[in-house]
């Protein structure tokens, strides 16, 4: 199997545009996660679905975040407009039920 | 919420010797722990994983042990290699399908 793909690897953009992120889950992955990666917080959960359903958004910071998952192998982060403070590595992991995650290898933004 | 709490943040040993990384947990509900390694520009990756029936794993030079009384989980590292050098994160999680990471602990083996 390919693994959890994350595109793009990097990304560097100006404040205020817009900021899409995407990932492909492992094939009959039941579960998808982002989370987001900076030295300050660690590593923490943004938002995951099941099934294609988003289940727990309470790590989304603000609506500024939004992520879907129109069928069961892509989904995206979507930040608009960007700021500076979201900068970090973003990861993207798939996971079968009760089973252990899979992540990707990233995607490092820069926020100028 | 879960709470996982990860000590130490950082440790440095000879190669050769052993290494420790403990974790903690709240939430009585958690019943899988696993253990995930992260090296330098790659996302996290599992080492290995206990569940809430079994008390120690083990799998070559790693070990992990549980003491759901206590709420407390452990990984080991024996015989430790320059390789091992990265960072080490523990997480607990439910049969509702989400982990709770710890802060990480890097782990620096020296020649």
């Known amino acids: 199997d390919a693994g959890v793909i994350q595109s793009p690897r990097h990304e560097v953009t100006e404040m205020g545009q817009e900021v899409t992120l995407r990932c492909k889950p492992i094939?009959?992955?039941?579960?998808l996660f982002w989370y987001r990666q900076t030295m300050m917080r660690g590593l923490e959960l943004l938002i995951y679905?099941?099934?294609?359903?988003?289940?727990?958004d309470s790590g989304m910071p603000e609506d500024r975040f939004s992520a879907k998952m129109p069928n069961a192998s892509f989904s995206t982060l979507k930040i608009q407009p960007s700021e500076p403070r979201d900068s970090a590595v973003y990861f993207c992991?798939?996971?079968?039920?009760?089973?252990?995650?899979?992540f990707g290898d990233g995607t490092r933004l820069s926020i100028l | 919420g879960e709470n996982v709490e990860q000590h130490p943040s950082t440790l440095s040993v000879q190669e050769g010797d052993s290494a420790v990384i403990k974790c903690t947990y709240s939430d009585s509900a958690s019943n899988y722990f696993p253990w995930y390694k992260q090296e330098l520009g790659k996302g996290p990756q599992l080492i290995i994983d206990i569940r809430s029936n079994v008390g120690e794993k083990k799998d070559q030079r790693i070990a992990v042990t549980l003491n759901k009384t206590a709420k407390h989980f452990s990984l080991h590292i024996t015989e430790t290699q320059p390789e091992d050098s990265a960072v080490y994160f523990c997480a607990a999680g439910t049969n509702a399908g989400k982990s709770t990471f710890g802060d990480g602990t890097t782990l620096t083996v020296k020649p």
């Open positions: 094939s009959g992955h039941d579960y």
């Open positions: 679905f099941n099934n294609n359903v988003p289940i727990d």
């Open positions: 992991a798939s996971s079968e039920i009760n089973q252990p995650q899979h």
